[in-house]
């Protein structure tokens, strides 16, 4: 019996809108992640992008589990000496609560040109009003 190798042009690609609001950070982030990768379907083959279009509404209304809110730093370094930079996920939030989502759902994708396409199709909005409403996005929830 042989393995099923999924071809790149067989993909058929769908659009899917995810409510964020009352939903954990992590959790939501790791199912989203698999959707991007296309880990949901039953031919999922790991050195094709098989994922599918995330839109995510309501980013400002996630939470996160204990103290993290506080606590979580986000590091990132300019490049010249002595330029690390460090701010608190509070901080984050306040200035905008689409980065924290982004770079939860992006860290846990294929560090490769694959894993950046894959990136390509995550779309996060603050409120419920977003732009993609001709791909006619299928809401699901997670």
């Given amino acids: ?51 599918d279009h995330i839109v995510i509404i309501n980013a400002e209304k996630i939470h996160m589990t204990g103290d993290k809110m506080t606590t979580k730093l986000y590091r990132h370094h300019t490049g010249f000496p002595g330029g690390l930079k460090t701010e608190s996920a509070q901080h984050v939030f ?3 609560p689409t980065i924290i989502l982004t770079k939860a759902i992006e860290g846990m994708l294929p560090k490769t040109p694959l894993g950046n396409g894959m990136a390509k199709k995550l779309r996060v909005y603050v409120g419920s009003v977003h732009p993609h409403q001709a791909q006619g996005p299928e809401p ?3």
Wanted: hydrophobic share 35%; aromatic share 8%; proline share 5%.
């Fill in 94 to 96: 306040r200035k905008d």
């Fill in 140 to 142: 699901i929830t997670l």
């Fill in 1 to 51: 019996m042989l393995t099923y190798q999924q071809k790149p042009l067989d993909v058929q690609e769908k659009w899917y809108l995810v409510d964020a609001e009352g939903k954990t950070l992590g959790r939501l982030a790791a199912r989203v992640a698999g959707m991007l990768r296309g880990k949901h379907r039953p031919t999922f083959t790991p050195n094709v992008d098989m994922g």
